[in-house]
């Protein structure tokens, strides 16, 4: 068991699988922060459409 941890340790391999994880966590982070920010404009145009298309008579 020991062995095989020293040798997965040595591969290259494992290596880059773990800096592809960091990378693919650091995209994922960098996602959710834009549609986090990209959301209050959102939720702002849809509020605007919602308004224009609202009978004027309110019924």
Do not use: D, S, W
Request: proline share 2%; no cysteine; aromatic share 6%.
């Amino acid at each position: 068991m020991l062995n095989a941890i020293r040798q997965f340790v040595k591969e290259e391999e494992g290596l880059a699988a773990a800096e592809y994880a960091m990378l693919l966590a650091l995209v994922a982070v960098a996602l959710i922060g834009a549609i986090t920010g990209f959301r209050e404009a959102i939720i702002a145009a849809f509020g605007t459409a919602t308004a224009a298309l609202t009978p004027a008579g309110g019924g």
